[in-house]
Nanobody, 124 residues
Framework: QVQLVESGGGLVQAGGSLRLSCVAS????????MGWFRQAPGKEREFVAA????????YYADSVKGRFNISRDNGKNTVYLQMNSLKPEDTADYYC?????????????????WGQGTQVTVSS
């Protein structure tokens, strides 16, 4: 099993940027595909981005393509989500996820491990 801890959330004005981090511990981080999901108040959790264990494959939700970038540093057991040109509709709790393949994480197919989340608020 892998434990995930997110950080980097906060309050930012529309058009601004934030970088989320997710540090993993437990089983070998580099063997896991990683991803980010988000959940806005009153809405279901939705996929944001995913990256394969070696970093060669990435997926993005249409709503964040061209604005968000997912990357990983296996030496630091960390996955990042660089968020640029933020919009009020990006406001949500952001969750880190780990799974076997990037596609599996993207589709939230079990087994997927989850972090506790970090809050992002974008003001207009």
């Amino acid at each position: 099993q892998v434990q995930l801890v997110e950080s980097g959330g906060g309050l930012v004005q529309a058009g601004g940027s934030l970088r989320l981090s997710c540090v993993a511990s437990g089983r070998t981080f580099s063997r896991y595909a990683m991803g980010w999901f988000r959940q806005a108040p009153g809405k279901e959790r939705e996929f944001v981005a995913a990256i394969s264990w070696i970093g060669g494959t990435t997926y993005y939700a249409d709503s964040v393509k061209g604005r968000f970038n997912i990357s990983r540093d296996n030496g630091k057991n960390t996955v990042y989500l660089q968020m640029n040109s933020l919009k009020p509709e990006d406001t949500a709790d952001y969750y880190c996820a780990a799974g076997t393949t990037a596609a599996q994480v993207r589709d939230a197919l079990a087994p997927v491990y989850w972090g506790q989340g970090t809050q992002v608020t974008v003001s207009s």
